[in-house]
């Protein structure tokens, strides 16, 4: 029971949480709708495994980040009940806050020219 | 329902079975719906990918399993802790470091000492040609246990055998632990001639064995003739109900057990059989032998540690250092009528 706490408290997020938090950005889901969510945003990258991804929504539970939304069947997938997840203001206050620290990462890497866009890279001196 | 293919079924049942690794909370609240994301995962790896997807989603969540156990539970949780407290402990002296090296020694010394190995010195001089006074020996406690139905296939157990040396329980007094060489085994006829054994009709000839007195004592040498007086209680038992045509007979779950300094040794002739279940184990090693009398090793003396601390090059019998005492057969001959 963590009260009134501040979103920058919870920074810097890691990336399954952030990323769930992306996936939940856009409406309810269940566990296997974020799983499928987080593969696409990061192309494949992140991939989360059925403990990753429980472990981190029972400790984002516990933060209050997201809640529960009841349980129902998804008709894409077959008659089974799942259980949804939603994201809480607080948590949309985190993952903004997250975003915005990261979009500050990027921008300082792209003043050190870390960072340019595709094609400019290697291409000229 | 879309069709499951019996492989999929297979590992939803596999990692069903894994969520138990999960500690008890986490798996009840979250279990069900793990197995569910599981099932279609693989369904989908199934369908886009094939076969190879499906292996690589299980090769996938097997190392999810793996790290996302240790981070739900706490015991993992604290062995990873106090693995790494152990490892920086040359670094930061930490408290914890201490108490935990104590801990595992103490443990493996536990179990150690008292399922598999056992320590003894040899005080009295019964097995000496064999084994001598002040010898430390070694004694595997597991190869004479009684077997397992299972470990019998795992473990080197086995039978005793003739001419075996093995540590038992003194029957007197099972506070002491008594070495000898196994001369009997349940349903062996024994008796002695001349102080050579004679067993099933067969004389021995024992290249173990050694005779230090040249005289003949009619009991000892000529067992189990001649008086009875040298016999305990329990020697005389045997002698009652176990002598069979001047011959005594080893019962079932018993043996005959006898010192390999033959003149001078407290063994099965005086104090009767051993039970089998009175079996301590087998000398494996003589790790150090030291020259002391009977008397310092019986106990503790503080002239005892003096010795060892002032004589410990010059009296220690590096000879003897691991030495393993060996089981022998004896050769058998026919009795000359």
């Not at chain 2, 536990?110 to 001089?125: D, E, I, K, N, S």
């Not at chain 2, 150090?288 to 060892?308: C, K, M, N, Q």
Request: proline share 6%.
């Amino acid at each position: 029971m963590s009260k009134r706490q501040s979103p920058q408290d919870l920074l810097p997020l890691t990336p399954p949480v952030f990323h769930i938090l992306l996936a939940l950005a856009e409406g309810e889901r269940h566990g296997y709708g974020i799983m499928q969510d987080v593969a696409r945003q990061t192309g494949d990258q992140l991939q989360l495994g059925p403990g990753t991804l429980y472990g981190c929504l029972k400790r984002m539970l516990a933060a209050r980040l997201v809640e529960e939304s009841g349980e129902r069947p998804d008709p894409a997938l077959d008659d089974e009940r799942r259980r949804y997840y939603r994201m809480t203001d607080l948590g949309r206050q985190a993952a903004r806050a997250e975003a915005q620290r990261l979009a500050a990462a990027v921008n300082a890497a792209r003043s050190r020219r870390l960072f340019s866009k595709p094609g400019v890279a290697g291409g000229k001196a | 329902m879309m069709p499951q293919s019996s492989g999929m079924r297979w590992l939803c049942r596999v990692y069903g079975a894994l969520l138990y690794a999960y500690p008890r909370e986490f798996r009840l609240e979250y279990g069900a719906a793990m197995q569910q994301v599981f099932r279609d995962r693989c369904r989908d790896a199934q369908r886009t990918e094939g076969l190879f997807g499906l292996l690589r989603f299980a090769l996938h969540t097997a190392a999810d399993w793996v790290s996302t156990t240790v981070r739900e539970s706490p015991v993992p949780r604290a062995a990873v802790e106090h693995v790494r407290a152990v490892w920086s402990a040359g670094r930061r002296q930490a408290p914890r470091s201490f108490v935990s090296e104590w801990v595992v020694t103490i443990l493996l010394y536990l179990f150690a000492a008292t399922t598999l190995v056992q320590a003894y010195v040899v005080p009295t001089g019964s097995m000496e040609g064999t084994v001598r006074v002040g010898d430390h020996m070694l004694v595997d406690r597991m190869t004479y246990a009684k077997a397992g139905p299972w470990a019998r296939h795992v473990l080197p157990y086995r039978d005793l055998q003739r001419g075996d040396i093995v540590c038992f329980l003194y029957p007197e007094d099972v506070r002491q632990t008594y070495v000898k060489r196994v001369i009997g085994l349940p349903g062996d006829h024994i008796r002695l001639v001349n102080k050579q054994v004679i067993r099933n009709g067969r004389r021995l000839i024992e290249p173990y064995t050694q005779h230090v007195d040249p005289s003949l004592d009619a009991f000892r040498d000529n067992f189990p003739d001649g008086p009875e007086y040298q016999a305990s209680l329990r020697g005389l038992d045997m002698l009652r109900h176990h002598v069979v045509n001047g011959e005594v007979v080893v019962p079932p779950d018993m043996f005959f057990a006898m010192g390999d300094n033959r003149d001078n040794s407290s063994d099965s002739r005086f104090w009767g059989f051993v039970p089998r279940s009175y079996v301590v184990g087998k000398p494996v090693v003589i790790y150090w032998s030291f020259d002391a009398p009977t008397s310092d090793l019986e106990g503790w003396s503080i002239d005892h540690v003096l010795d060892v601390t002032l004589h410990f090059f010059t009296k220690t019998r590096w000879d003897r250092m691991l030495l393993v005492p060996r089981a022998q057969k004896a050769q058998e001959v026919a009795v000359t009528p």
